[in-house]
């Protein structure tokens, strides 16, 4: 069965960018306390170059339905609405 990853994107919105993955995964674990599922969004060629996170940052991202919610969450973890953005 074939998933086209476009598609299956459009469901999906970019709550939050950082300049890390600690720093995203820190804010996925405030979410996932929540109930609220996301996943990271990150170019560092497999680990292998963690500086392109800074350079092009992590991405946090929830389904569309989850979107206020996880923007009220991070924003009272925070004291900003979304993280580098």
Do not use: C, H
């Amino acid at each position: 069965m074939f998933i086209d990853a476009e598609v299956l994107m459009e469901n999906f919105v970019v709550v939050a960018t950082y300049s890390s993955q600690l720093e995203a995964e820190i804010a996925q674990a405030a979410l996932a306390e929540a109930e609220i599922e996301s996943f990271l969004k990150f170019d560092d060629t497999g680990g292998m170059l963690p500086p392109l996170q800074l350079a092009a940052g992590v991405k946090l991202l929830v389904e569309k339905a989850d979107e206020p919610d996880a923007r009220t969450i991070l924003s009272d973890q925070t004291g900003n609405e979304t993280g580098l953005q």
